[in-house]
């Protein structure tokens, strides 16, 4: 896959140099070219933003440097232009196997109040333009959402995890938070590791760790159990969920007194 990252903070993105996508780039399984958008201001003060035409707070990003960074990384098929903004869809795990199942992907890192739309118009002649959001909270500029979504999606590709097993057990591969884990010592601090874990037993520890999963995932993201669909779930599963409070109402999970003001 190859990655172009357009910023004006280029040294932003040196993080992409370390740990698991610096050394899928080492391996020659990831291409990734950092440009300064600067390099493609055409004055001597290399400006890059401009007051917002109606007025308001802050600067805006000028389309002209845009243009001539975006037709630079362009080449000749029609990439996927990911433009982080907090008014983006936002991101998960399924956009990024989308992302991961692409050849090029371009980032533009805004600053500022954001880019001239026009840019965002005009891009969707030769790219495939999505507006990514990394969840409702304001970032100053693109660059922390880039180093998130290339590091989502570079661990999605062949060979860059080591064992892909642990790519399938993890967070929302399966819709719910992940179980608690425990290493040694057995007991630490007065706290004992879970009994069951120590037993052997791999059909109460896969039934334990799946009750754990539900337990998380009611407390910290009901939105995630809300409306799941009961044909994926066993009896079991049902059990445990009516503890937490959850029926299935026409085939979907509800939650007993949340469902009806979601
Ligand atoms: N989710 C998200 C993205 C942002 C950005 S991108 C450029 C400026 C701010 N904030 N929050």
Redesign the pocket.
């Known amino acids: 896959m190859r990655i172009d990252v357009i910023s004006i903070f280029p040294e932003y993105l040196a993080a992409l140099e370390l740990s698991l996508i610096g050394k899928a780039r080492q391996d020659g399984l990831l291409d990734v070219h950092v440009h300064n958008l600067r390099d493609f201001t055409l004055d001597r003060h290399r400006t890059v933003d401009d007051t917002p035409y109606g007025g308001g707070a802050g600067m805006v990003m000028k389309p002209e440097p845009w243009a001539q960074a975006l037709e630079s990384v362009a080449g000749d098929r029609r990439p996927v232009l990911i433009v982080?903004?907090?008014a983006g869809t936002v991101f998960n795990q399924a956009m990024a196997h989308e992302l991961a199942a692409e050849s090029h992907l371009v980032f533009a890192c805004?600053?500022y109040e954001g880019i001239d739309e026009r840019v965002i118009e005009w891009a969707g002649e030769s790219f495939d333009v999505r507006p990514v959001?990394?969840?409702d909270?304001?970032?100053?500029?693109?660059e922390v959402?880039v180093l998130a979504i290339v590091e989502a999606v570079g661990r999605l590709l062949p060979g860059v995890v080591g064992n892909p097993e642990s790519l399938v057990e993890e967070s929302h591969a399966n819709g719910l938070l992940e179980y608690p884990v425990y290493t040694k010592p057995s007991s630490w601090r007065e706290r004992d590791v879970p009994e069951v874990l120590l037993s052997g037993n791999h059909g109460r520890i896969a039934s334990f760790r799946r009750h754990e999963q539900f337990r998380r995932t009611a407390s910290r993201r009901p939105d995630l159990l809300e409306g799941l669909a009961a044909a994926t779930l066993e009896p079991a599963d049902l059990t445990v969920l009516g503890e937490l409070g959850y029926d299935v109402v026409g085939g979907v999970l509800a939650h007993r007194y949340r469902s009806a003001e979601l």
């Open positions: 982080p903004s907090p805004g600053r959001s990394l969840g909270y304001v970032l100053n500029g693109g959402a």
